[in-house]
């Protein structure tokens, strides 16, 4: 099979885009003026139907003007707490190698670039979370008398793109505060997602699933070693070694740790395919990475069962501690753990009023679910970045400027603008800068 297959088809499929694109231009049916026109590579598909139901959505203008002033709070402080991670991963970056650096591709947030990103879920939740966050900018901005030109799609071979066209001129017209109301409506509706779908995600996860037993998951199973002869396979639970319980996977290592090669132990472990607990002798095998210890041949997730459901219910009551419960709820993607498929359903079984539904329309829903949560949150995280064209480059602008109007009360209006764009393109050189630096620092050492 030609390995090169995919980008071929990549190109491929590039090369059409751009000759129907080409075309059109052509024949006069893009441009500035045409329902179609152009932004960058992307196709612009723009129509005035629309404006009159954010007309009526945004006729609530006190209570837009409140939520969009906590907007404008809460994208500040994702703002300092993004820069301040990306100067903290800077500086580990200086402790890597090339060996570990992490892959360009973890730098865009885009399903089937980024590989921790389904391309399925990552897709469906992208285009919600895009264009629910444009829509938000469109209703707040007709609350602050700003007016919508268009509204439409984004189409770039895949379209996964939205927008609400504002009016430019009104725009920049308007007082700092109304633009920072703006501006700052997306960032906030995408934090507000995030929040209302990990609560139907906790609550439907919590009612409904119960794990299999107490114990360590096994998500591999080597072959030829004595698990794989135990007939222990992944998905299966091992609750105790020789009387110890292993209801976690300090504990399960704990219990293999003085073990020596040749040594028969006692394994309890629910199988599940059975569906019940099995207790097999074994005898140990020699460990292929520290001498003279036994080994049994399995790997486990480093979230137990229970733990993963405690994760994607309450991570902040994990036995962990809120801090890392909370980081282990971002991080699942990283450990194969989300989308929760394969043997990892095999952990668990459904109950209360759910008992009856089918597994695997289940763990679809509460993937699509944690998924939406997920890139709604990286969709609010990264559009407050102070990076020009994002909204948070646009806030940093207004804030830096408003600082200068305090201690500069002498400057006119056009000096103080001139102070902002110059304060947000040299931080949007500073992201840039921490963005690449751990993708390139690590290389270089």
């Not at 990306?86 to 200086?94: E, G, I, N, P």
């Not at 219910?313 to 450990?335: E, F, K, M, N, R």
């Not at 668990?348 to 759910?354: A, D, M, S, V, W």
Request: some cysteine; charged content about 10%.
């Amino acid at each position: 099979m030609d390995p090169y297959l995919g980008y071929e088809i990549a190109v491929l499929v590039i090369a059409i885009y751009g000759a129907i694109v080409y075309a059109l231009y052509r024949t006069g049916h893009i441009g500035p003026d045409h329902a179609l026109t152009l932004l960058g590579p992307a196709l612009m598909i723009k129509t005035k139907r629309g404006r009159a139901a954010i007309d009526r959505w945004a006729r609530f203008r006190r209570f837009w003007t409140a939520v969009s002033d906590l907007g404008v709070a809460l994208a500040a402080i994702a703002m300092a707490s993004i820069v301040l991670l990306l100067a903290f991963d800077a500086v580990l970056a200086l402790r890597l190698n090339a060996s570990n650096a992490p892959p360009v591709t973890e730098a865009l947030g885009l399903p089937g670039i980024n590989p921790i990103i389904p391309v399925g879920y990552g897709i469906l939740a992208l285009v919600v979370g895009v264009v629910l966050h444009e829509l938000a900018h469109g209703v707040v901005a007709r609350s602050q008398g700003i007016g919508v030109k268009t509204i439409g799609v984004l189409w770039c071979v895949v379209p996964v793109g939205a927008f609400v066209e504002q009016d430019d001129a009104e725009m920049n017209a308007a007082p700092r505060r109304k633009r920072d109301r703006v501006a700052a409506a997306g960032v906030l509706a995408n934090f507000f997602l995030a929040v209302a779908f990990f609560v139907g995600l906790s609550l439907m996860v919590s009612g409904s699933v119960a794990p299999n037993a107490n114990g360590v998951g096994v998500t591999l199973v080597e072959s030829g070693t004595p698990a794989a002869n135990a007939t222990i396979a992944p998905g299966d639970i091992i609750t105790s070694i020789n009387g110890t319980a292993t209801t976690t996977v300090d504990a399960f290592e704990s219990s293999l740790e003085h073990t020596t090669p040749g040594e028969r132990v006692t394994v309890v472990y629910y199988t599940s395919t059975a569906g019940h607990l099995v207790t097999v002798n074994v005898t140990l095998a020699p460990s292929p990475t520290v001498a003279g210890r036994g080994f049994l041949g399995v790997g486990v997730s480093f979230l137990t069962p229970a733990d993963l459901k405690t994760v994607l219910v309450a991570p902040w009551s994990s036995s962990y501690g809120p801090v890392d419960g909370s980081i282990y709820w971002l991080v699942l993607p990283l450990a194969s753990l989300e989308p929760v498929g394969g043997s990892t359903v095999q952990f668990f079984h459904l109950t209360g009023p759910l008992a009856g539904a089918g597994s695997g329309a289940f763990w679809v829903l509460a993937n699509v679910l944690y998924w939406l949560a997920w890139m709604n949150l990286l969709l609010g995280l990264s559009n407050a970045l102070p990076l020009v064209p994002l909204d948070g480059g646009l806030l940093f602008r207004d804030f830096a400027a408003s600082v200068a109007a305090r201690f500069r009360a002498g400057w006119s209006a056009a000096r103080l603008d001139e102070f902002g764009t110059r304060a947000v393109t040299a931080s949007s050189v500073l992201v840039l800068v921490l963005l690449a630096w751990q993708f390139i620092v690590p290389r270089l050492l």
